[in-house]
């Protein structure tokens, strides 16, 4: 079962725990997709940072259109 993170809080514990999180956002048919997995390095009430598990890379991610979930 998957946990999203919504607040603060959520994020904080994440980072702290360096928890592996994904990165969802709707396409053009409403299809939630998933754009990235990794560690969150940092947050804001506006954007998350997450650094790519696979690739080392690192995207921002805007909290109002992305989804981000953990899985428990």
Known sequence: ????LTADMDFFAA???QRIISAWQ??????????SRGIIEKYSPDYVRI???ETG????Y???????SAAN
């Open 1 to 4: 079962m998957n946990h999203t």
């Open 15 to 17: 980072a702290l725990s």
């Open 26 to 35: 709707e396409d053009e048919a409403g299809v939630y997709c998933e754009l």
């Open 51 to 53: 650094r790519n598990i």
């Open 57 to 60: 890379k690192k995207s921002h």
């Open 62 to 68: 805007a909290r109002d259109i992305t989804m981000f």
